[in-house]
Nanobody, 124 residues
C-alpha cells in the first residue's frame, strides 16, 4: 500500500504564500502521476494541479494558473504545491493524490491513493 501525508497548511492573509508538501511512503514504486485537489465547505473536491512521474507534464486549471506551482522530488518521494498570491476563495482542505497511471483523473475518486488533507485558510 501507499501512504500520503500532507503538511504545510495554515492561516495566511490574502496575497500571501504557502508551500504544501505531500510525502509518500510504502509501496511508492507503484506511483506514477501525482496531484492536488481541494475541497471548500459545501463544494465538490476540485482539481488544483497535476504532475506526471517524470515531472515533465504539468496541468493547472485556470483558477490557479500563474499563482500555483506543482513540483516533485522523486528521490524524496515528495510532491509540493507552492501557492502564491492567495485569495480568500482558495480557502479549502487540500488533498494530495497519487495514481499508478500516467495521469491524475477526475473526478477525484478515480485515483488510487489519498492523503488526509491539510487546511488552508486565507483571510481577507
Amino acid at each position: 500500500q501507499v501512504q500520503l501525508v500532507e503538511s504545510g497548511g495554515g492561516l495566511v492573509p490574502a496575497g500571501g504564500s504557502l508551500r504544501l508538501s505531500c510525502a509518500a511512503s510504502g509501496a511508492t514504486f507503484r506511483i506514477d502521476a501525482m496531484g492536488w485537489f481541494r475541497q471548500a465547505p459545501g463544494k465538490e473536491r476540485d482539481l488544483v494541479a497535476t504532475i506526471d512521474g517524470a515531472g515533465g507534464s504539468i496541468y493547472y486549471p485556470d483558477s490557479v494558473k500563474g499563482r500555483f506551482t506543482i513540483s516533485r522530488d522523486n528521490a524524496k518521494k515528495t510532491v509540493y504545491l507552492q501557492m502564491n498570491s492567495l485569495k480568500p476563495e482558495d480557502t479549502a482542505v487540500y488533498y494530495c493524490a497519487a495514481t499508478t497511471r500516467a495521469y491524475i483523473a477526475t473526478p477525484f475518486y478515480e485515483n488510487d491513493y489519498w492523503g488526509q488533507g491539510t487546511q488552508v485558510t486565507v483571510s481577507s
